[in-house]
């Protein structure tokens, strides 16, 4: 088949909402683009361990440790998944992981944010883990097959994540004046950098439209940020903590919550590596990696010598 009728299948495939799977053609920058998306995706779930991991064991009860462990256990696995569907489009585990440390590749500019106190293990299960399934559920139904099937799984784990967030905060928020104003401190601290999660505005995306005409994305940033800001309102309300932003109204006329301005400026300041947290989180990582590097060797030792065995059976 020519280029042309490749170029057609692929648009044909697309038009009868039909997933692109690893063996059929697409163009490059479809590729390029899902390489760039999905391992930026996997990078956010190692990095995100980071911060919640500093709290396992400073959790409050056996059980708050217990429900912690699970859910940083879980962003390890999604964060497997996602780069093994990234790696069906070509690209290897260590370029990934040489993209990261290098800073070549962002995360998520959230967990460049510190965790002062318990609290902020809720906020984070609330608002960066509700945010991440607003974002998420449509990428259940995005266009690469590789992608969307392993975010069916990782979903059913982010409501897991989500719920238990929430639950930090209403117990807290239920607690004693110290422990309802630590919530609060902890939502007026995670509000504003959860609304970053969902990208720039779509004026200022460049790749959102794109990525909407891929079938990448089902909504553009601006429709899952508002979707998100709409639902957790609602839930403060429930948790009778209020929202840190003055501009925050109901519009009856659009239906939905009208909101003050983003600082964008921070944004792209936590993005280019100049968060609280930035220095550290990477660093951790690149230590992991020296660290586990005699892991990784004695496994490929170990996988030699075995298929060499193996063929010596078969010989
Ligand atoms: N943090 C860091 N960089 C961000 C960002 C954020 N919150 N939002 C956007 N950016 C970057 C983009 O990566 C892009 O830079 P690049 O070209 O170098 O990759 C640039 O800003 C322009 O942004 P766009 O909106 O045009 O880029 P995208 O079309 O890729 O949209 C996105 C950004 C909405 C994050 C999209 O990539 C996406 O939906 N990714 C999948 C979901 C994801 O990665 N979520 C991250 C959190 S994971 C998580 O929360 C785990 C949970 O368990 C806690």
Same mark, same amino acid.
């Given at each position: ?51 919640? /991991? ?16 699970? @859910? %940083? ?19 290897? =585990?260590?370029? +990934? ?6 800073? @070549?590749? #962002? ?26 399934? $607003? ?18 799984? %990782? ?13 930090? $905060? ?6 004693? &004046? ?10 007026? =601290? ?5 609304? $970053? +999660?969902? *990208?720039?505005? &779509? ?13 990448? @994305? =089902? ?5 899952? =940020? ?11 309300? %429930?948790? /009778? ?28 300041? %936590?993005?280019?590596?100049? *968060? ?30 075995? @298929?060499?065995?193996?063929? #010596?059976?078969?010989?």
């Amino acid at each position: 088949m020519s280029t042309y009728s490749f170029q057609e299948h692929f648009d044909e495939k697309l038009d009868k909402d039909q997933t692109i799977e690893p063996k059929d053609w697409m163009p490059e920058n479809y590729r390029k683009t899902l390489i760039r998306q999905i391992s930026q995706h996997a990078h956010s779930e190692i990095i995100g361990m980071l911060p919640e /991991g500093n709290w396992i064991s400073r959790a409050p009860t056996l059980r708050r440790k217990a429900v912690l462990l699970a @859910k %940083v256990q879980d962003e390890a696995g999604h964060g497997l998944y996602l780069y093994c569907a990234a790696e069906t489009l070509g690209i290897s =585990r260590d370029e +990934m992981y040489e993209q990261l440390h290098s800073g @070549k590749a #962002k995360y998520s500019s959230i967990f460049n944010y510190p965790t002062l106190t318990w609290a902020d293990i809720g906020a984070i299960g609330w608002l960066v883990d509700g945010a991440a399934i $607003m974002n998420q559920v449509p990428l259940c139904r995005t266009s690469y097959g590789p992608y969307a099937r392993a975010m069916v799984r %990782v979903c059913k784990e982010e409501s897991f994540h989500q719920r238990q967030g929430f639950e930090i $905060m209403l117990t807290l928020a239920n607690g004693t &004046d110290i422990q309802k104003k630590m919530a609060q401190d902890a939502l007026n =601290r995670w509000w504003w950098p959860s609304l $970053m +999660m969902f *990208g720039p505005n &779509d004026a200022d995306s460049p790749h959102t439209e794109q990525s909407k005409k891929w079938r990448i @994305k =089902r909504l553009t940033n601006d429709e899952l =940020r508002q979707k998100f800001i709409d639902v957790t309102v609602e839930q403060a309300k %429930v948790l /009778g903590l209020s929202i840190p932003d003055n501009d925050l109204k109901w519009n009856e006329e659009r239906q939905h919550f009208d909101f003050g301005k983003i600082n964008w400026d921070e944004f792209w300041n %936590v993005v280019n590596g100049n *968060g609280p947290c930035n220095k550290q989180r990477l660093d951790m990582r690149k230590n992991a990696w020296e660290e586990g590097r005699w892991v990784r060797d004695a496994a490929m030792a170990y996988a030699e010598k075995n @298929k060499v065995k193996t063929e #010596k059976q078969a010989a």
